[in-house]
């Protein structure tokens, strides 16, 4: 049995239990229960404060986490890291009062400003050549500088409309993060196997989010044409149509390029065009 602990309630629990369940592992939850195991896995999900789950998975207290890499980084244990899974990205940003003017990080120097994450910040600002005083504040950090309590703000951006609401404006992006799963450095044998098992099944289902499956129809002539768009995995299935003169086309596209292949599709001639979702993806 291996022990996964991800986040009880906040940003990562939802996109966390949708991962684990699109791996096909199934399991009880409720919100007043703070350990389930898995039916069809060996598991034991442990639902905790996303800030002790690096000491946790330090500890061994849990195998593995979920949890995300400013939360790692800044408790000091980035070598946990093992897969990167692609939700929750966000930045952490310095913003101050959109009234106050600003040229450069060297603008700082020597002022006072509230954070959650001292310690990547101050890294940061040691690199810059920067020195100012860090007030370390656990939430509301956007309200600060509005309150008279600090003369700017390190804290998580997504959207921007946080600052926007609260008359800041962002002028440094000091640290990108996402969602990373994370992983006990002394995992027994029998452990890493199994972390290896869902760390596969992570990689197919993002591989599988990220690419589409299309069927299209397209005369013969334009085959050539279709084939150079379509590369698929190793190469695109192509089936002859009933109608003489025309084949059916089958392939996989990434959801990146996907608007700016089909557009190119329909000026070489291609008709009937399908975009299917696929479900996983082994490589
Ligand atoms: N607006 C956002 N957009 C995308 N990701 C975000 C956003 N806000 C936070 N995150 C990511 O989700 C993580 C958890 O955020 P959340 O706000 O739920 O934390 P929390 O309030 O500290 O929760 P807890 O109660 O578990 O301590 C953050 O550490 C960050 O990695
Ligand atoms: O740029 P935005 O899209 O506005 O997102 C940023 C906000 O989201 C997070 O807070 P959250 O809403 O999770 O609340 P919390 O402070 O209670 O964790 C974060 O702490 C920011 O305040
Ligand atoms: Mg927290």
């Given at each position: 049995m291996i022990r996964l602990a991800i986040q009880k309630?906040?940003?990562?629990s939802e996109d966390s239990l949708n991962l684990i369940r699109e791996c096909g592992i199934s399991f009880l939850s409720s919100s007043y229960k703070l350990k389930t195991e898995a039916t069809n896995f060996p598991l034991e999900i442990l639902f905790l404060r996303d800030d002790d789950i690096p000491g946790y998975v330090q500890d061994g207290v849990a195998d593995l986490g979920i949890v995300g890499q400013n939360v790692l980084v800044e408790a000091g244990?980035?070598?946990?890291?093992?897969?990167?899974?692609?939700?929750?990205k966000c930045r952490l940003s310095l913003a101050i009062l959109r009234s106050e003017g600003y040229?450069?990080?060297?603008?700082?120097?020597g002022k006072n400003i509230a954070t959650s994450y001292p310690q990547i910040l101050g890294r940061y600002l040691a690199g810059e050549g920067v020195q100012a005083n860090l007030h370390t504040i656990s939430g509301s950090v956007e309200i600060a500088p509005s309150i008279g309590l600090a003369d700017a703000i390190c804290d998580i951006v997504s959207s921007g409309s946080t600052l926007l609401g609260n008359g800041l404006r962002e002028v440094e992006t000091v640290f990108r993060s996402e969602a990373v799963l994370i992983a006990n450095q002394n995992l027994s044998a029998e452990k890493q196997e199994l972390l290896e098992q869902l760390q596969f099944r992570m990689q197919s289902v993002r591989r599988a989010r990220r690419n589409k499956y299309i069927l299209l129809n397209a005369p013969v002539a334009s085959l050539d044409a279709v084939k150079a768009l379509l590369p698929g995995i190793k190469s695109p299935t192509v089936t002859p149509l009933a109608e003489e003169g025309w084949v059916s086309v089958q392939s996989v596209v990434n959801e990146d390029d996907f608007w700016h292949i089909t557009g190119q599709l329909k000026a070489v001639g291609a008709e009937g065009i399908l975009v299917l979702p696929i479900e996983k993806m082994i490589s």
């Open positions: 309630s906040g940003r990562l244990f980035p070598d946990l890291e093992v897969e990167k899974l692609g939700f929750s040229n450069s990080v060297a603008d700082l120097q």
